[in-house]
């Protein structure tokens, strides 16, 4: 007699706990990056070189004047986005912009590099972490100036 009940009872719990993991499952889709192709592997970096463009040296990434004096700016090496900064008139370091945490675009920012996905911040001078959730800096690409343009390394 108890027995029709029991079995729906059952039922809808087990139902809910397939929903309840299907919303999980939701939630940690929408955290990972879009078209990233990484699997969580990237606050391993190491200095493995998986962002960094490859492109022959002396390739052009930006004219030395789009990039203020104690600021920041935002480029392309090939199709890899990349963040610059000049702390100071000349000295110009380059960063991809790949974030370390889970591999988004980090944005350039006045005096720093942001990562609206999360929240992470980056010095923009050393590629530092400044506020997580990343820990590791973001991975440096070696340039320098060359007459008006910034060029690779
Ligand atoms: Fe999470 Fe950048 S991907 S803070």
């Known amino acids: 007699m108890n027995a029709p009940s029991t079995l729906t009872r059952r039922s809808l719990i087990t139902a809910g706990s397939v929903t309840v993991m299907g919303a999980g499952a939701l ?3 929408a955290c990972s990056p879009a078209g990233a192709g990484n699997s969580g592997a990237s606050d ?3 200095g493995g070189s998986a962002n960094t463009p490859k492109v022959d040296a002396g390739t ?3 004219k ?9 700016a935002a480029a392309k090496i090939g199709d890899a986005p990349v963040l610059l900064a000049q702390p100071t008139e000349g000295k110009v370091v380059c960063f991809s912009a790949i974030c370390t945490h889970q591999g988004c675009v980090v ?5 720093e ?3 609206a996905c999360h929240g992470s911040k980056f010095e923009a001078a050393t590629g530092k972490v400044l506020h997580g959730p990343a820990v590791n800096p973001l991975e440096k690409i070696a340039v320098k100036v060359s007459g008006d343009a910034v060029v690779t390394a």
């Open 27 to 29: 939630v940690l889709a």
């Open 107 to 111: 944005d350039a920012a006045a005096k």
């Open 64 to 72: 030395l004047a789009d990039i203020p004096v104690g600021g920041t």
């Open 113 to 115: 590099f942001d990562c």
């Open 44 to 46: 391993s970096s190491g």
């Open 60 to 62: 052009e990434v930006v």
